[in-house]
């Protein structure tokens, strides 16, 4: 903590009291049948809950600051609430309540869902790069770095089948290659670490913590609690949507490492 | 456990020493943060969007792309679905039901080839409009990119898709004996002019079908109701000669009606403007320039509301 004290402390992200809430329709009670629907809908002029709209309190009011140079991991078990909070903060997801403040904009570490698996990978490295925001002549720059990063032409010239010839650990890496071609301000990688054979894991390793050197501020969402304790020097442990525990990394993995162990 | 997580929450700010006692809307104030995910300004918007042109025009032709490549005729299919639509239209409406009445063969053929080709382009850019948002959730919850990037890419899409029936649709008008004239050029400005009607409209779709997702199951009959009311396999003013007059003028001055009509009388001979409804250029413009505009603003105000689930 001492060391960043002399970083002047400049805020990147900032959560203040964040609820996020899903709404899933017509799961009110499981009934998925026609009957059920249309007496729902009949129910008129009252409530979400009335009318079968189901909420998920995914979040529920986080507050926390972040500063330039940190390096947070987010924890928690499964369902706590941890993607929907990088999303909130990338302003992907609208908040219910509350707000987050950012220096710049944040992005996820990620384009799976800009990809098509029926086009060629060539295609796809182009359409991902647009997706994210690069422009043309960034994407030809790098094209040939992208490329050779994923590997994917080291067993012949895969790049210009379609991407659903692909196994799916070429296309993994494909796809990290591609969301990791891009630099970012403040950055968020979920999970994105285990993919592809050992090489491909280590040289994707190298890259993010590349990544972080160059972007002010990183969330990593893991479940691996090495990698946490490797790359992040804070540590954000949220449990059912709330805001469990916040400070240095061994201090609160060791309280997690407790919860989970008993 | 709660104590705990104050304890905590309360150690990290303590650290916070220079910045202590400010709420976190005057921190933010202080280091010049702006709220995530806040909707732009208008100009900021179009300015976005001028930004991603790149991204909405790959993105329109990748899907296009992708929409036949596993069909071992690949993209040839392109042409022969809407030359295979023509032909389905033609046997019932021209051969079984004969609702060619008033018109020659020459005519009625690509008459009702031109209506099938243009009301599907408005169809397939609503119904493209409608899941524009709610189909794609996964790509609005990863990635920042202006929304309406995704009904403009669609729209676009779509007219792609109909250059491709457009070839169609020259070989049959030509092959009826309508030779290519100066009138001809007059399908880029109707086509320009739907494309901005069709972008609009979609745009709007776009925004109610993120709300109600329920409108991709309603939509088909909507716009089947739409295209019967059209004209699109007949000729309005002589069906419903027998009935008061603003019925016709209604059911021509409606946006499809229009834009058939407009694109007839640019490629067929025998068409002449007086089957066309009065002022038809004005019409033709006011809806183009009051769907595309309404529908953008419309789409941009609920900006920051689309991905929540």
């Known amino acids: 903590m001492a060391e960043q004290k002399q970083d002047a402390r400049i805020p990147t992200v900032i959560a203040d009291d964040l609820h996020i809430v899903y709404r899933v329709n017509g799961a009110k009670t499981g009934k998925g049948s026609a009957t059920a629907a249309l007496s729902r809908m009949l129910r008129r002029g009252s409530d979400d809950a009335a009318r079968g709209v189901r909420k998920v309190h995914a979040v529920r009011g986080v507050s926390f600051v972040a500063y330039r140079g940190e390096a947070i991991g987010l924890i928690g078990s499964n369902g706590s609430g941890k993607s929907t909070l990088l999303r909130a903060i990338a302003g992907l997801l609208p908040a219910e309540q509350g707000k987050v403040y950012t220096d710049g904009q944040p992005s996820l570490l990620g384009v799976n869902a800009a990809l098509m698996n029926d086009l060629t990978g060539e295609r796809n490295v182009i359409l991902g790069g647009l997706a994210m925001g690069m422009s043309r002549e960034e994407i030809k720059d790098r094209y040939q770095q992208i490329v050779d990063f994923s590997g994917i032409n080291e067993k012949g010239d895969f790049i210009t089948l379609p991407m659903r010839t692909y196994s799916s650990g070429m296309a993994a890496r494909l796809r990290f290659s591609i969301a990791a071609a891009k630099d970012h301000d403040v950055l968020m990688i979920d999970e994105a670490l285990a993919t592809g054979d050992r090489k491909f894991q280590k040289r994707s390793e190298d890259r993010i913590r590349e990544l972080r050197k160059e972007a002010g501020t990183v969330f990593l969402v893991s479940h691996n609690n090495k990698s946490i304790r490797d790359t992040c020097n804070r540590v954000l442990w949220l449990e059912r949507g709330e805001l469990r525990m916040d400070g240095p990394t061994d201090e609160v993995l060791k309280e997690y490492e407790k919860f989970t162990g008993k | ?309």
């Open chain 2, 1 to 309: 456990m709660s104590e705990t997580t104050h304890d905590a929450t309360v150690a990290v700010s303590a650290t916070a020493a220079p910045d202590e006692g400010l709420t976190a809307p005057e921190l933010a104030a202080k280091h010049g943060l702006s709220v995530s995910g806040a909707r732009p300004s208008l100009i900021e918007y179009v300015r976005q969007l001028w930004d991603r042109r790149h991204f909405i025009l790959a993105f329109s032709r990748a899907k296009l792309t992708a929409q036949y490549s596993q069909a071992k005729l690949g993209q040839l299919w392109q042409v022969a679905t809407p030359l295979l639509n023509a032909a389905v239209y033609f046997f019932i409406f021209g051969l079984l039901l004969e609702a060619d009445r008033g018109m020659s063969r020459e005519v009625y053929i690509p008459f009702l080839v031109t209506g099938v080709f243009v009301f599907t382009f408005t169809q397939s850019s609503v119904m493209a409009g409608v899941r524009a948002i709610s189909g794609n959730l996964g790509l609005v919850r990863a990635l920042h990119f202006p929304r309406a990037s995704l009904p403009i890419s669609f729209a676009l899409q779509q007219l792609q898709q109909l250059l491709f029936s457009m070839i169609v649709l020259f070989a049959v008008a030509i092959g009826f004996g309508s030779y290519p004239d100066l009138s001809w050029a007059l399908i880029v400005p109707v086509l320009a002019l739907q494309f901005c009607f069709n972008t609009g409209l979609a745009m709007i779709m776009a925004r109610a079908g993120a709300k109600t997702p329920d409108l991709a199951q309603l939509m088909p009959f909507v716009m089947r109701t739409w295209m019967y009311a059209s004209g699109v396999m007949f000729s309005i003013p002589i069906f419903l000669k027998d009935k008061p007059d603003w019925i016709a003028n209604l059911l021509q001055w409606n946006p499809a009606a229009i834009y058939m009509d407009l694109m007839r009388f640019s490629l067929i001979d025998g068409y002449g403007s007086e089957n066309l409804p009065d002022h038809v250029w004005a019409v033709a413009g006011g809806w183009a320039v009051l769907f595309a505009l309404g529908g953008f603003v419309y789409f941009w105000k609920a900006e920051e509301r689309y991905g929540r689930g």
